[in-house]
């Protein structure tokens, strides 16, 4: 990557930060990659007052819904036809493999087509009032969407939001994540190419107590989206709670599957290695926990740990090809996080069957690690790792599973294996979770809507759910004259 400078995109052009510059480093060789413009509090203003100006005017909410549909689709074609510019900035900020880093582009795209399809299908409903009246509902987007990206899939987690707001006919102001920024540049790209109005997309890198601040408190936002902690959501929601702001909030969670003793443990072998190491663990619907029956708790600890063995560990750039391999985790900081909660686990009685340690090359490596002789009152039973960490519980009965997983503050996602399908949906109606995967963890797709309950957050993403969040709606009563 020979760019070593990227600046914010305001208003349709290219500018510098008023906070200077933030360096961005390549986790997966602890080097400087480049700089990126840092935006402050009044870069911020100008982007929201750039999509307001967008919004008032109608450029955007007065097009046939069909012609926004057709721009919002025709984003996603061009990030496919970049994809092998994009994929390697990715995997150079991100650290994630090559091979995932375009897996994460289609990703993108496919929300830009889902929600290209969707835009002219967001229709009203007629309620009658007898003979004197006519009565309908339309819905109208909110008109600045503020959306604050997360740092683990900065390209597909802005398309999620990007796409169904855009699809509404709302303005958007894009905070992307301090640890990676870069390849977000791409959207501003896809913006000038399909023809939007300028302003109508704002891209800007802050950091969260400056520009992240300023954007959930500011006056003239009109919705949020953010992904990421607990303490940040909360934080979000109280600034956006004293503008009476709606928010969506994708909080993270520490996810359980549980497996019966009749799973298909060959099949779960591949669940384990997508629902843990993908992105080295760093997915707020990740396979946090598994919680398995006494009776094939050492088969299944064999196994699993035969598949964290069976991966290959290095540098994402190196991993050009689908297959059996994990990178770096995002920074060193993040990496010794997880690894010190390991070594915490280790210290309340929990055993480490492989892995659980730093690597010793450069860059951001922890071993794919699975905990074992975990029981539900520890630490690492309970909070977030957010790395390539799986702990492993025991289960006796049905009720004690389900208690066992619903045994956090949090609520993403869940997961069933069985080949009984009554003890499946009977545990997926009990499971406090926003998504239930039964016999394939990531089942599912943009299709089926994804949120959380508890602490994992609010709202909804994914599926025609998520439209509801950009949208509000408005009644409109009529008496007839003469009637």
């Known amino acids: 990557m020979k760019k070593t400078y ?42 929201v007052m750039a999509a307001r100006c967008v919004h008032l005017s109608g450029a ?9 549909g057709r721009m919002v689709q025709a984003m996603g074609r061009f990030l496919l036809d970049h994809i092998e510019e994009i994929a390697p900035v990715l995997t150079l900020e991100q650290g994630k493999p090559l091979w995932e ?112 601040a300023g954007l ?60 843990i190491y993908f992105n080295a663990g760093q997915v707020c619907s990740a396979m946090s926990r598994v919680i398995v029956h006494e009776s094939i708790h050492d088969e299944l600890v064999d196994r699993m740990v035969g598949v964290a063995k069976s991966l290959t560990v290095g540098p994402g750039k190196d991993q050009p090809e689908f297959g059996p391999t994990m990178a770096a985790m995002v920074s060193e900081a993040q990496r010794d996080r997880a690894a010190d909660m390991v070594s915490a686990a280790q210290g309340q009685g929990a055993q480490v069957a492989t892995g659980g340690r730093k690597m010793n090359i450069p860059g951001a490596f922890l071993e794919p690690t699975i905990v074992t002789h975990v029981t539900p009152d520890m630490d690492i039973a309970n909070e977030e790792v ?24 949090y609520g993403l996602v869940g997961g069933v294996f ?25 089942a599912g797709g943009v299709e089926t809507p994804f949120g959380g309950y508890g602490k994992s957050g609010y709202g909804r993403e994914k599926g025609r759910e998520a439209l509801w969040s950009y949208v509000q709606t408005k009644n409109i009563a009529i008496k007839l004259q003469g009637q």
């Open 6 to 47: 990227w600046q914010n995109y305001i208003d349709g052009t290219w500018v510098d930060g008023g906070a200077g510059r933030l360096d961005v480093f390549n986790p997966g060789t602890g080097e400087k990659l480049a700089e990126q413009a840092l935006a402050d509090a009044a870069d911020v203003d100008r982007a």
């Open 60 to 68: 955007l909410s007065d097009l046939r819904p069909v012609e926004r």
């Open 101 to 212: 880093a375009r897996i994460e582009v289609e990703g993108a795209a496919r929300y830009f087509e889902y929600y290209g399809n969707q835009a002219e299908t967001v229709e009203g409903r007629s309620i009658p009032l007898g003979k004197g009246y006519f009565d309908f509902t339309t819905y109208e987007p909110f008109g600045v969407s503020a959306q604050i990206i997360p740092w683990n899939y900065p390209v597909e987690m802005t398309a999620r939001s990007l796409s169904a707001a855009l699809a509404t006919g709302n303005a958007c102001v894009i905070k992307t994540p301090e640890l990676t920024p870069l390849s977000n540049a791409w959207f501003a790209l896809a913006v000038e190419a399909v023809g939007l109005p300028k302003g109508a997309v704002n891209i800007l890198c802050g950091l969260g107590g400056e520009a992240g």
């Open 216 to 275: 959930s408190a500011h006056p003239h936002v009109n919705q949020i989206v953010f992904t990421g902690s607990v303490p940040t959501g909360v934080a979000i929601a109280t600034a956006a709670a004293r503008n009476v702001v709606p928010c969506v909030l994708e909080l993270g969670g520490k996810s359980a599957a549980i497996v019966h003793d009749d799973a298909d443990l060959d099949a779960f072998e591949n669940d384990v290695r997508w629902g």
């Open 386 to 409: 957010f790395g390539p960490v799986l702990s492993v519980l025991k289960f006796a009965s049905d009720t004690d599973a389900v208690q066992i997983a619903n045994g956090t503050p």
């Open 418 to 442: 069985t080949r009984d399908l009554d003890r499946a949906t009977s545990a997926a109606r009990q499971l406090r979770a926003g998504q239930v995967f039964i016999n394939e963890w990531y």
